[in-house]
Structures are given as structure tokens and as C-alpha cells.
């Protein structure tokens, strides 16, 4: 009976399917009063081998080599693009260290005085010729009006000498000519009374009388001083020509006058236009410290002028510089607007290195020496690419780029 029981349990190991892992079950429960077989128990362990044999190894993936040979494919794409990048860009010299550059135009009055308009605001942009602050010009007016006076003086002046020249130029000769002629007459004079007095003491004295003497004494006399008159009227008529140019030099000063007089009345004139300050250049209004009422000073700034046109400066390595010189294409790019792409070219090099303008340039003769790279500013200019609705700001920083291989001279 124990044999028919373990004939019918083991059918139930042979339906197992291949792919499960075999379970080995127990032998059915005998009825009460039988005992259960020792020998039994190991049929199971062949069963379960010879289940785990019959099982199939798992087949490879077929997507991992498809994966592996994509990964290569990707390696080799990058590497070949890396290296046509490189090539293609080889003659490219580029830095990181450059800056927009550009004009700004300090205003300062001429004159002194209260703000008395202010027609600007920051930022704004003017034109050139645009009144932007206007000082108070009372004084400056009521200067013009005097030096208006001044200059009326002067030419008076100047016509009043220049008529006394042709009155000199006539006067003093004629008047040498009348000395000369009053010491002829008074000679004359003289003459007939020493001629007179002689006759006087020749005659008997009978034949005169003492009233007689008298008389031809002081007629004497007197053609004597007239002589004497004569002679110094001759002497302060003589110098003609200096007089002349007396006359001359007055009519210069009249002149110096009058070109003095036209000059502070130029001046004043200035000094009332100034009160008016206008943009000398188009550009944008930046760095305004001035505000309408406040007293301004000659020379003081109130604010600057920063004029359209841009260019870059770019600091390059000395080792980057060996084959750079003017004309070369230059591709910059701005950091504040990175869509915008422009072009230009090389204007110049600066003969030197940032450090030899310094305030304090380095002393390598003392000391000891550290040896740092030096860098040299190159001036770009932009040829095309700006967008007027976007303009550069001053100190924006740029890449450029450039081409060595693009010539230039």
C-alpha cells in the first residue's frame, strides 16, 4: 500500500512547467495508522536538477550594441567637429578684456551768475546748437551798454586827432615862418633906434632936448627886448617835424584807444551771448550736477556731453599682438545685448603698455622682479552692425575677435 501511494504522487513533479522553478511536494498523508516511507523523501532532489537544466539562458539585448555603436558615433561627431572649429579658427584672436570708448564733452559757462533756466533733464539727448541753460545777463547787459559808450568816445576821439594831425602839418611850419619874419622886423626895429639914440648924442645940446634922449634911450630898450622876443618865438617855432609827430603819436593813442574800446565792446557782447549755453555737439546729457537757481562759476562743470560715436578698446596680451596691425576684420559682440553682432576693424596700437602711462609705472630695477604679462590697449573702430534704437553706452563691455588672416595693411 505505501508502494502505491509513492507510484501516484511523483506524475504530479512531471507537470510542472519548464520555465517555473520546480517545487517539490510532499507525499500525500497516509492513513491514520500507516507510516510514511524514508526512502521517499530524496526522490525529490533528482526532479528538481533536472527542472533547472532544462531551462533556457536569456538572450543578449538587441538595443545595448545599438546604444554602444551611437555613443561611438557621438565621440567621433564631437571630436570631428571640435577639430573643424578649431581650424577653422585658428587665425582668431580674441579677449575678454575691452570696452566701449567714446567722446564726452565737459560744459562749464564762460561767465559767472544765477541759473535763471534749465532746459535739460538726465539722459536726455540734444542736438547741437540747443540752448540748455540760460544765466542771468543784467550785468552783462548793462556792461555792453557801457562799452558801447566807450567805443563812441574813442572814435570822437580818434577824428578829433586825426584833424589836429592836418592842422599841425600846417600850423607849425607857418608859424616858423612868422618867428622868422617878427626877428627880421625886430631887428629892423632895433636898427632905427640905436640909429636914432646915436643921433641924439651927436647933436648939440642945444639942438635936442633931454625928453629927446629919453626917448631914443627907450626906444632903444625896447627894440632891444623885441629882438630878444623874436628870437625865442623863432626858437620855439624851429622843431617843425616834432611837432608834427607829436601830433602823430596822439592820433595812434587815439587809435590804441578806439581798438580798446572795440575789443571790451566785443567782449561784452561775448559776455551776453555766454549767458545763453548751447550743445556744441550732439549727444546725451550725463553727469548733471546743476540745478536752476544755482550760482555757476567760470570754468565749472555742470555736466558732459556723451557724443554718438563709439568705438572699442580692447586689451590685448602682449603674446596676442605679434601679428595684429591696422585693417583687420574684427567681429565684436556686447554682452549687454546679445543678439547684436557687429563688425569693424583695427584704427590703431597704442605705443604702450597700460602699466607705462600709469600714475605710478612699475620700478623693475630694484627689487626684485616678478615678470607679469603686459597688456596692450588697440583702438577698434565699428563699421556696421549698431542699432540706433539701442545705443552703446560708454565702459560696456565687448568680445571682439580678430581675423589675422584678413589683411589690412
Known amino acids: 500500500m505505501a508502494q502505491d501511494e509513492s ?13 517555473e522553478t520546480p517545487r517539490v511536494q510532499a507525499p ?17 532532489q533528482p526532479a528538481k536538477k533536472a527542472e533547472t537544466d532544462e531551462a533556457p539562458a536569456k538572450p543578449v539585448p538587441k538595443g545595448s550594441s545599438a546604444k554602444r555603436l551611437l555613443l561611438i558615433l557621438l565621440v567621433v561627431v564631437v571630436i570631428l567637429g571640435i577639430g573643424l572649429y578649431l581650424f577653422f579658427h585658428r587665425n582668431d584672436v580674441e579677449t575678454d578684456d575691452a570696452y566701449t570708448v567714446g567722446r564726452k564733452v565737459a560744459i562749464a559757462p564762460h561767465v559767472n551768475g544765477y541759473v535763471s533756466q534749465l532746459l535739460i533733464d538726465d539722459n536726455q ?11 542771468d545777463g543784467r550785468d552783462y547787459i548793462a556792461s555792453l551798454h557801457q562799452a558801447q559808450a566807450s567805443l563812441q568816445q574813442a572814435q570822437a576821439d ?37 640909429t636914432d639914440y646915436a643921433r641924439q648924442h651927436r647933436v648939440m645940446r642945444a639942438a635936442t632936448s633931454q625928453q629927446d634922449i629919453d626917448y631914443a634911450r627907450a626906444q632903444l630898450d625896447s627894440a632891444r627886448g623885441a629882438v630878444t622876443m623874436a628870437q625865442g618865438q623863432l626858437t620855439q617855432a624851429q622843431p617843425v617835424v616834432p611837432n608834427i609827430k607829436s601830433a602823430d603819436a596822439r592820433l595812434s593813442q587815439a587809435q590804441a584807444s578806439l581798438a580798446a574800446a572795440k575789443a571790451a565792446m566785443e567782449k561784452a557782447k561775448l559776455n551776453v551771448e555766454w549767458t545763453a549755453v548751447r550743445a556744441p555737439h550732439d549727444g546725451w546729457i550725463s553727469q548733471r550736477t546743476v540745478e536752476q537757481g544755482d550760482f555757476v562759476q567760470t570754468g565749472e562743470e555742470m555736466f558732459s556731453i556723451v557724443e554718438p560715436e563709439v568705438w572699442v578698446v580692447a586689451n590685448y596680451k602682449e603674446t596676442q599682438i605679434t601679428y595684429m596691425h591696422a585693417g583687420q576684420k574684427v567681429k565684436i559682440s556686447v554682452d549687454a545685448y546679445p543678439d547684436l553682432r557687429l563688425e569693424g576693424h583695427i584704427n590703431s596700437l597704442q605705443m604702450g603698455s597700460g602699466e607705462a602711462f600709469s600714475a605710478f609705472p612699475p620700478e623693475n630695477a630694484t627689487g626684485n622682479f616678478v615678470k607679469t604679462v603686459q597688456r596692450i590697449p588697440v583702438k577698434i573702430l565699428i563699421d556696421k552692425g549698431l542699432d540706433p534704437k539701442r545705443p552703446l553706452a560708454l565702459g560696456l563691455s565687448v568680445e571682439p575677435v580678430v581675423d589675422l588672416a584678413s589683411g589690412g595693411q
Do not use: C, W
Not at 500525500?28 to 525529490?44: F, K, N
Not at 600850423?171 to 618867428?179: F, K, M
Open 7 to 19: 507510484q501516484n504522487h511523483p506524475s504530479n513533479h512531471s507537470s510542472a512547467p519548464p520555465s
Open 28 to 44: 500525500a498523508r497516509a492513513e491514520e495508522g500507516e507510516a510514511v516511507p524514508s526512502a521517499e523523501r530524496p526522490a525529490a
Open 158 to 194: 580818434m577824428v578829433a586827432y586825426g584833424l589836429a594831425v592836418e592842422v599841425a602839418q600846417k600850423n607849425y611850419p607857418g608859424q616858423l615862418v612868422i618867428a622868422q619874419g617878427n626877428l627880421a622886423r625886430a631887428r629892423a626895429d632895433l636898427f632905427k633906434a640905436e
Open 125 to 135: 539727448f540734444v542736438h547741437k546748437g540747443d540752448l540748455m541753460v540760460t544765466i
